[in-house]
């Protein structure tokens, strides 16, 4: 299922991702030495990538954190309407001084995303977008291969996994289609995710080394996993 994302919505969203930073900046400046020590001691971040299985609970799961930690999720159709659209790709690009588009810029570099000239300049637009959020940090990020992209010092990369069956209930569940339907486009999508990191990062999307946590949605409640998360997140990061 597709998500169109309005206008109207995005820039309300990166107007609130933008005050977040801002009230950052401002509680370092104001709180004194102790506080700026305490807010730069990362160099970029904190952040939270979530990667998932189509009709796993990921996106659920996101949403309950950042309800808890008053951060913003950004999921693949909203990195994908800012990469797409200039204004908003600039509000989250003005956050950074030159020497971290320069780093930002090193970042895409190493990376060879294929095809055709226009999906590759897409591409590396929306990645672009991903490593600037990921610096700013305060933000959720859902697919996108954003666990393989950032540094893995500055946030907690999950894996969100759930039974091929009750996953596909899930979907045929939430979209109206038939159990058989489900279960193909389940295929299909695991598919797709699996062939987007190996032609852009070339990296196997089940790489336990990937990931600091993987989330077993089939063993735990969304309860404890979002504790496990959260904690998780709390005591890798300080």
């Known amino acids: 299922m597709t998500v169109r994302v309005e206008s109207t919505h995005l820039d309300h969203l990166m107007d609130r991702q933008a005050n977040l930073w801002e009230l950052r900046r401002r509680a370092a400046h104001e709180g004194g030495e102790k506080a700026r020590r305490e ?52 509000t989250v690009l003005a956050r950074l001084d030159e020497r971290e588009r320069g780093w930002i810029e090193d970042s895409l570099a190493r990376l060879l995303v294929p095809g055709d000239p226009g999906k590759a300049a897409f591409q590396r637009e929306l990645l672009r977008v991903v490593l600037a959020l990921g610096h700013q940090g305060r933000a959720i990020l859902l697919g996108r291969g954003a666990n393989w992209l950032l540094d893995p010092r500055y ?59 993987i989330v077993n949605l089939a063993a735990m409640s969304a309860d404890a996993a979002d504790d496990a998360v959260e904690a998780g997140l709390r005591r890798k990061l300080g």
């Open 39 to 90: 807010l730069a001691h990362l160099k970029e971040g904190p952040w939270l990538t979530i990667s998932k299985q189509l009709g796993s609970g990921a996106v659920d799961l996101a949403n309950r954190l950042a309800e808890r930690l008053g951060w913003q999720v950004f999921d693949r159709e909203i990195l994908e309407a800012i990469s797409s659209q200039t204004q908003t790709r600039e």
């Open 155 to 213: 946030g907690l990369r999950v894996r969100v996994v759930e039974l091929p069956e009750e996953r596909a209930r899930t979907l045929a569940r939430l979209e109206g289609i038939a159990p058989a339907a489900a279960r193909e486009r389940l295929q299909q999508d695991d598919a797709a995710r699996a062939a987007y990191i190996r032609q852009t990062f070339h990296r196997d999307i089940d790489d336990p080394l990937g990931y600091d946590m």
